[in-house]
């Protein structure tokens, strides 16, 4: 049986129906969107974690000065030197520039422990902009013995 002929155009559109017809469909844009956003959305993700563990170590280093502190004034380390080896050693996991001073003075002990925030994050992704920022840590207990 023979098909009509403008039955039979219908059936195979032409050359240039196709390309129309291509560029009109929006089937893909969704997924050319998602390219485009992507690159944002992980170097945000990126700093947010940076930063969220930059703090996560602040409060790990500051349990450890509080440690270190209490453990003098409870007599079982003998002198400023000794709570500064004590928080090195404990600290010694985070590979970071640690400038630690301890004074102890009027029955207090005072611990100040300063750290460069880059030594702290855990992507070398943008760190650039946090090159001149230093994370302090201070603890201070009164010396019980």
């Not at 023979?2 to 155009?9: G, H, I, Q, Y």
């Not at 559109?13 to 893909?28: I, K, T, V």
């Not at 509080?66 to 079982?76: I, M």
């Not at 880059?118 to 001149?132: G, I, Q």
């Amino acid at each position: 049986m023979k098909m009509p002929r403008r039955t039979l155009e219908r059936a195979r559109p032409s050359r240039l129906n196709r390309q129309s017809a291509f560029w009109r469909n929006e089937d893909g844009s969704a997924t050319i969107e998602a390219v485009i956003w992507f690159p944002i959305f992980a170097i945000m993700l990126a700093v947010v974690m940076n930063i969220s563990m930059v703090f996560f170590a602040e409060s790990q280093i500051l349990r450890v000065v509080q440690d270190g502190n209490r453990a003098f004034s409870l007599g079982r380390l003998d002198d400023a030197a000794a709570v500064e080896t004590y928080i090195t050693d404990r600290l010694s996991y985070l590979d970071a520039a640690l400038a630690i001073q301890t004074t102890i003075s009027g029955g207090f002990i005072l611990t100040n422990i300063s750290i460069p925030a880059t030594d702290l994050m855990p992507f070398n992704f943008m760190t650039s902009a946090f090159n001149d920022i230093n994370v302090g840590v201070s603890a201070q207990h009164i010396i019980e013995f």
